[in-house]
């Protein structure tokens, strides 16, 4: 089993940065493949990007690529994910989601956090 809780989110304009984190409870999370992915209004949940058990390989959908960082520390049970110059498009809540492997976290994740709000304002 894994908890997982996300912080971070909050209102920003557009251009500016925000670090969400991803606080996980369980003993399995540093053999976790690890991701994000965000909702908007209206649309379905989309991914955003997703990380192996060891931080050595990453994914990320190809609109954020460029802009968005993920990263974890093991020893801290977090996962976290830098965003940088934020769009009004960019404004969703945002989801830290776990699975045993980088193929099923980036499509059918076992474990799902509440959610954090980011708000891009123009």
């Known amino acids: 089993q894994v908890q997982l809780v996300e912080s971070g989110g909050g209102l920003v304009q557009a251009g500016a940065s925000l670090r969400l984190s991803c606080a996980a409870s369980?003993?399995?999370?540093?053999?976790?493949?690890m991701g994000w992915f965000r909702q908007a209004p209206g649309k379905e949940r989309e991914f955003v990007a997703a990380?192996?058990?060891?931080?050595?390989?990453?994914d990320y959908a190809d609109s954020m690529k460029g802009r968005f960082t993920i990263s974890r520390n093991n020893a801290k049970s977090t996962v976290y994910l830098q965003m940088n110059s934020l769009k009004p498009e960019d404004s969703a809540i945002y989801y830290c989601?776990?699975?045993?492997?980088?193929?099923?976290?980036?499509?059918?994740?076992?474990?799902w956090g509440q959610g954090t709000q980011v708000t891009v304002s123009s």
């Open positions: 989601a776990a699975a045993r492997t980088m193929g099923a976290v980036s499509t059918t994740p076992d474990y």
């Open positions: 369980g003993r399995t999370f540093s053999s976790s493949a």
């Open positions: 990380i192996a058990w060891n931080g050595g390989s990453t």
